[in-house]
């Protein structure tokens, strides 16, 4: 109803114009409507940017332990250096999983040491190259296991340990944690305690 009412009012306003310009004189122009107000724009930009992500920074490696700090009167303290000293990878420094082992060398038996040196270097596997591609290096830590060992004697000591490591590349990557059961042999020499063996469950 409202667009026919419109119409009509539209028509006969066109009549009585045409019916002014034939019969008078032209009238004067009416004011002008007045002009809506411009709008006003604010600054032209694009879409939202959104805020850059923020990161925090992979903690720093951690540097193995000196083995002298380890206690060599008590095993249990020889052992969890060693698996410090081999775990704490990090691939800017070491050619492979070995190098921890080697570094533990004064802590471990005569024939252990003899074993460690005579042993082949090994050759990077993949976990290993793709820890290198990261320059990844590892946390480590050493907590008491409630594995039932042995009883110790006064030559043999056996202590088990759950091992987790950690590897974080320094480009921010990260891998889940290992977890393993360390089970560590420790014969009583003239220096002090020093690991037989190390098996893992």
């Known amino acids: ?64 332990p000196n083995p002298a700090s380890a ?22 420094r070491d050619r492979s999983f070995a190098d921890g082992l080697t570094r533990a060398a004064m802590l471990l038996t005569p024939a252990y040491a003899d074993a460690v040196k005579q042993t082949p270097p090994a050759q990077p596997d993949a ?14 830590s050493t907590e008491p296991s409630p594995e039932d060992t042995p009883p110790d004697s006064t030559k043999t000591a056996h202590r088990a340990f759950v091992l987790t490591y950690t590897p974080t590349g320094r480009d921010g990557w990260t891998a889940p944690p290992i977890q393993q059961i360390a089970l560590v042999t420790l014969q009583r020499m003239t220096g002090g305690w020093a690991v037989e063996k190390i098996e893992y469950a």
Do not use: F, N
Request: proline residues 21%; aromatic residues 6%; glycine residues 4%.
């Open 127 to 140: 976990q290993w190259r793709e820890w290198q591609q990261h320059q990844a290096y590892t946390t480590v």
């Open 1 to 64: 109803m409202k667009y026919r009412r419109t119409t009509l009012a539209t028509v006969a306003c066109a009549a009585v114009l045409l019916t002014t310009a034939c019969g008078s004189p032209e009238p004067a122009p009416a004011d002008p409507p007045p002009v809506p107000p411009s709008p006003t724009w604010g600054p032209i930009s694009g879409p939202p940017i959104p805020p850059s992500p923020t990161s925090t920074p992979p903690p720093a490696p951690v540097t193995p």
């Open 71 to 92: 206690d060599g009167a008590d095993p249990g303290s020889v052992a969890r250096v060693v698996l410090q000293l081999m775990w704490q990878i990090d691939t800017t």
